[in-house]
């Protein structure tokens, strides 16, 4: 039984922090690709556009814009919904440590804490942020907050990935 928990609980990590994780971090250049003025886009020559712009230039513009606004909402969407489907994380999570009679071990109670900071992070700070950003005309400083969330994100859970897998000071064999 603890070798299926265990299997169910990597998979779901897997396939649910993997693509929050993917999409929160690439939210903030698409961001940053929507926020770029007219002037600093170039065509393909390399030229950029002078203030004439003809309307074939506006209108490769205002599509690109478009498509831009539809992968935010795409990326924010994955992220919602990969962040409810991550509840089972740890839940699988706390039922193969119950199995393997670890739930006291530092290591296991260092990455409960991390685990709920990442979750935190998800909630309050990177969820929101990329909600305020669909909402209306983000600052120019969005992006910057929306990548040191995400990569704060990140990093939670490459610690706890580590943690997992060298777990300090365990006995146990699985």
Request: glycine share 6%.
């Amino acid at each position: 039984m603890t070798k299926l928990l265990l299997s169910i609980h990597v998979i779901a990590a897997i396939i649910a922090i993997g693509p929050v994780a993917v999409a929160a971090s690439r939210f903030p250049a698409t961001v940053r690709r929507l926020l770029a003025e007219p002037s600093q886009v170039s065509d393909p020559d390399g030229a950029v556009p002078t203030a004439a712009m003809n309307r074939a230039t506006e209108a490769a513009l205002a599509v690109r814009a478009e498509r831009d606004v539809s992968e935010l909402r795409t990326l924010h969407r994955i992220c919602r919904v990969y962040a409810v489907v991550g509840i089972a994380v740890p839940a699988f999570g706390l039922a193969t440590a119950r199995s393997l009679d670890v739930l006291g071990d530092v290591w296991l109670i260092i990455s409960i804490v991390l685990t709920a900071c990442a979750a935190a992070v998800l909630v309050l700070l990177v969820l929101p942020g990329q909600q305020r950003v669909l909402a209306g005309t983000p600052d120019h400083t969005a992006p910057g907050r929306l990548a040191m969330h995400a990569g704060l994100f990140n990093l939670l859970w490459a610690t706890v990935t580590v943690l997992m897998i060298a777990r300090p000071g365990s006995t146990t064999g699985a």
